[in-house]
């Protein structure tokens, strides 16, 4: 198997003329490790036996699922019995609050108030088709984007609550979550706890016993594995009601023929995360350091600057150029950005978390996600930086002008 290896320092994709194109929206996505895809190639076509059926093809695509749970449960630190794989974060994320739901006594369900759409508006679905027996609570956050631990408290005084989810890093911000000692608060007083860990692993270290928490997501694509894999880490405890019903695959839990190509490249996937992830800190952590010395100097807001973050991600805002245009102005000069989260698209303009934190509304209008990866450079960085400089120059002429 060949190893990842980063672009040369400047180099991208050749995109309509420009002659490098550098890709910094790695919370978005990632590109499929080299590694990764030589493991995924053979069960297309060669090795493409149903891991259900009892013959020599099957048996062999079987051990290779095995396989793959046991490196995704190497990978937090929990036995391979503790793995449910689904076809992405968002149907994990659903299969704990569903699921549970399904088997509990309706109650109180609590997320943060800055949870991924896939968390909220599962939660949102949950307390408005129970028609009101499933009350649901937003735990509040800071200026930071910290959820606030005595609201925590509140929160389970107010309302006996059975589930809980709260997300170990946000995928707009970076900010990490205290999601231990969340975690602490709600078991005391009896409720499931869940973390949508998809956007944190592979970027600081993950561990399931560590976390203190019932249930766990973490997704492949996040980490230079593929589309379309994903995997909920549950105590063995927790009860669920299967979302998919069938043949009983995932011990009953997630009904149809697995993926072996994506299973076998998520496996990859997560035992190239512990290999890689101290060196890999390190190099982006320093590259964010540069992004935000150069942004500070262009006078840029960086939302939540201060607390404790995912060394790669660096969420900013130039006061008065609309974010959207300035991602499309980047696009051009030949840098991939975003003004949000990908997943939240269809709210163009707005971002749910910004306002969470009590940003000024037209302060979030102008908010940019840069989320730097593997094959990006200083040099990257420091072109960025430029092309930023002239574009945000010449839009600022503009609205001058226009006004």
């Known amino acids: 198997m060949s190893a990842f290896k980063p672009k040369a320092p400047g180099s991208g994709v050749s995109r309509e003329g420009i002659v490098s194109y550098a890709y910094f929206d790695h919370n978005a996505t990632t590109a499929v490790d080299n590694a990764v895809l030589d493991a995924m190639l053979p069960y297309f076509q060669k090795d493409y036996g149903n891991p259900s059926s009892r013959h020599g093809p099957g048996l062999a695509a079987r051990r290779a699922v095995n396989q793959a749970r046991e490196q995704v449960a190497a990978s937090v630190g929990v036995q391979p019995g503790q793995v449910i794989f689904t076809s992405g974060g968002s149907e994990a994320n659903n299969l704990f609050i569903q699921g549970t739901a399904g088997y509990l006594k309706p109650t109180q369900i609590v997320v943060s108030s800055v949870e991924h759409p896939c968390v909220m508006r599962a939660a949102q679905a949950l307390a408005r088709n129970s028609r009101g027996s499933w009350n649901l609570r937003q735990l509040a956050v800071d200026k930071l984007g910290c959820v606030d631990l005595a609201d925590v408290d509140e929160a389970?005084?107010?309302?006996?609550?059975?589930?809980?989810?709260?997300?170990?890093?946000?995928?707009?911000?970076?900010?990490?979550?205290d999601v231990a000692g969340i975690a602490a608060k709600a078991r005391a007083y009896g409720a499931w706890v869940h973390t949508d860990a998809v956007q944190a692993f592979g970027k600081i270290p993950v561990d399931f016993a560590s976390l203190n928490v019932h249930a766990l997501t973490l997704s492949g694509h996040k980490v230079h594995g593929p589309k379309g894999a994903a995997a909920l880490i549950m105590d063995k405890r927790l009860?669920?009601?299967?979302?998919?019903?069938?043949?009983?695959?995932?011990?009953?839990?997630?009904?149809?023929?697995?993926?072996?190509?994506?299973?076998?490249?998520?496996g990859v996937a997560c035992g190239l995360v512990k290999i890689r992830i101290a060196e890999r800190t390190a190099r982006i952590s320093a590259m964010r350091a540069q992004l935000e010395q150069g942004l500070m100097g262009m006078g840029a807001v960086i939302f939540g600057l201060g607390a404790s973050r995912l060394p790669n991600t660096c969420y900013f805002a130039l006061p008065g150029i609309e974010g959207d245009t300035l991602v499309a102005r980047l696009d051009k000069a030949g840098f991939a950005v975003a003004s949000g989260a990908a997943c939240s698209s269809v709210n163009p303009g707005r971002s749910h978390v910004l306002e969470a934190m009590g940003v000024d509304a037209a302060l979030t209008r102008c908010a940019v996600r840069v989320s730097l990866g593997d094959e990006n450079s200083p040099l990257q960085v420091e072109n960025f930086l430029g092309a930023l400089s002239r574009i945000a120059e010449e839009l600022t002429r503009m609205n001058t002008v226009l006004i």
């Open 239 to 266: 009860l669920l009601k299967p979302l998919i019903y069938g043949g009983g695959h995932e011990n009953g839990l997630r009904s149809g023929t697995e993926n072996v190509p994506a299973i076998v490249g998520l």
């Open 156 to 177: 389970m005084l107010e309302h006996h609550s059975g589930l809980v989810s709260v997300m170990l890093a946000n995928n707009e911000t970076g900010v990490i979550q």
